[in-house]
């Protein structure tokens, strides 16, 4: 496309670029990397990368917080977005604007067609798009989420200065495999030799170890080398990072709700002690991580939303993520009835989901998704019948209506949670915003 024919709008960016590749997802960094080299292969001065299976994003937005109050200039790119494509690309944790995104997309597309035409899949564009942003912006650091695995993911393209992998479970095994130790192989390719490579679960595959091994990188292990301790009303958090001993103490609960969010946060401040351990130039005051930890905001993550009945989003679409919701669920206090509105896609384990959150719930208001990966009603019905629920759902032909039919029948006393997808989660929050 030449410059004269080139998108004008944001609104017309998206469409465009969801229309150059005949796939979705493709594995590999060879097509990416060649546009990338390209543009002059953009980047910021300093960058955390952090993957997994789940965590990864609050994780994300726990650094950006505190390295924002600590007064740095910080780019954060994430994915997926709920509402506004915007949201992928933070600065200064502010979303870049229509302009600033479309002339990153333009810049994207001169290179792409600058010799031999390269076909880009809308998460490569919207990755090469956010590296060109944050090299314009000038920032002080850049921190990148992992869209998928690690190995051939388009964030790859960067060497991390500090690499975080928040936990390993069974997820997209289409595409990194069916058990956690190729899973784990995978996504600990966003570790580098001699850089610090967090791994912030209790337990990790051995082919995570193994590979970092193998690539010289320094290994930092939650539990081994750092750690939290819960006490009332506050937490500490400790470790011996690079061979350097440090402490946080009187910590307040991170805004996140969830217990969860502790091991989330103790890996963020593990991240920020290796950079400032390694002479990065980046120290953080204590009365920075105390505002950063109580001043997060990450959306659709055990989203409370204000009023009653008491509504909670939350985007858990996976085993993992579902096992981590039935606690925090457990922990938020007695309500007379939880009225789930539910969907999935296709491609997941509904049927897991299901059978391990079904005894938090009393009544399932249940719909489809849209698109090829969308999972009918129909479907979620036979599956909702197979783990005995049968009599204990509403069937409904959008997300807006699934809600508004719970929220009829929910009482003052009542909880609805919304979960299932990102697409559920997005749904819902037009509809209540």
Known sequence: MTGANLPTTLEAWLDYIGRQHTAAIVMGLQRVREVWQ????????????????????????????ILDIAGYRIGFYSSPHLLRYNE???????????AKLVASFAAVETARCDGEVIPLTYFEYATLSALWCFAEAKLDMAILEVGMGGRLDAVNLIDADVAILTSVDLDHQQFLGDTREKIGWEKAHIYRSGKPAIYADADMPPSVGDYVASIGADLIRFGRDYQYLK????????????????????????????????????????????????????????NHVKRGLLEVKWPGR????????????????????????????????FYENTYAVFSMLRDKDIRQVVDIIKDRIDRWYIAGLAGERGTSVEELAAI???????????????????????????????????????????DLLRVVK
């Open 302 to 333: 055990m989203q409370v939303l204000p009023g009653r009945p008491t509504v909670v989003l939350d985007v858990a679409h996976n085993p993992h993520a579902t096992r981590a919701l039935h606690d925090a669920l457990g922990m938020m206090g």
């Open 231 to 286: 006490l009332d009303g506050q937490w500490q958090w400790q470790g011996k990072i690079l061979g350097e001993a440090t402490r946080r103490g009187s910590l307040p609960y991170p805004a996140l709700r969830g217990t969860y969010q502790l091991r989330n946060a103790s890996a963020a401040l593990a991240a920020l002690a290796a950079i400032s351990t390694a002479g990065s130039g980046f120290p953080i005051s204590q």
């Open 38 to 65: 390209r543009m002059g292969s953009p980047q910021a001065p300093r960058n955390i990368i952090v993957g997994g299976t789940n965590g990864k994003g609050s994780t994300c937005a726990l650094l950006e917080s």
């Open 384 to 426: 909702l019948d197979a783990a005995g629920l049968a009599g204990r759902y509403d069937r409904y032909s959008s997300i807006e209506g699934a809600y508004r039919a719970a929220r009829d029948r929910a009482t003052q006393n009542d909880r609805i949670l919304g979960f299932g997808s990102f697409y559920t989660v997005a």
């Open 88 to 98: 992928r690309v933070r600065i200064a944790r502010a979303e870049a604007n229509d």
